[in-house]
């Protein structure tokens, strides 16, 4: 199976939060990961978030951020760049949809053209998902 996370799902990865059993379990059967260049910022900001408002510790925060920078080199990542955004033009004339959300789904497309079988975008934001599911894409959100 190819995986597509986008960030709420990364998250879920490292923080034991609804549904991270079910990611977890995704992953582990996954052939490969994917996600969107962007994940890194929005990943790493969310982690260091959760340390402000549940006062972790540093050390937790070092552990975690280490094991993301690990798994992070072995995802195929969808960059940013013009041709991405010929997708993006299409995806916000067709759905309501957040900046980062919109970038998610256009770099699931890229590589759901290119490898439909087995493909999963996991996400956990009903217009998103709603959109994906528009676009012909397998999703989970954790209903």
């Not at 709420?8 to 994917?34: C, D, G, N, T």
């Not at 992070?72 to 993006?88: A, C, G, H, P, Q």
């Not at 959300?101 to 439909?116: C, F, G, M, N, T």
Request: hydrophobic content about 45%.
């Amino acid at each position: 199976m190819i995986l597509y996370l986008d960030t709420s799902a990364l998250v879920k990865r490292y923080f034991k939060e609804e549904h991270s059993e079910e990611v977890i379990s995704h992953w582990q059967k996954a052939e490969k990961i994917v996600t969107s260049s962007v994940a890194y910022a929005e990943t790493v900001a969310c982690f260091y978030r959760k340390r402000r408002e549940a006062g972790l510790s540093m050390k937790f925060m070092e552990k975690i951020t280490r094991l993301f920078k690990l798994d992070w080199m072995s995802f195929v990542r969808v960059e940013v760049n013009d041709r991405l955004n010929k997708y993006i033009d299409s995806i916000v004339e067709k759905h309501p949809l957040r900046g980062f959300d919109a970038i998610h789904l256009a770099s699931a497309l890229v590589i759901y053209q290119k490898l439909p079988k087995d493909f999963v975008f996991v996400c956990f934001d009903q217009s998103l998902a709603k959109a994906a599911q528009e676009e012909g894409i397998k999703c989970f959100q954790g209903n």
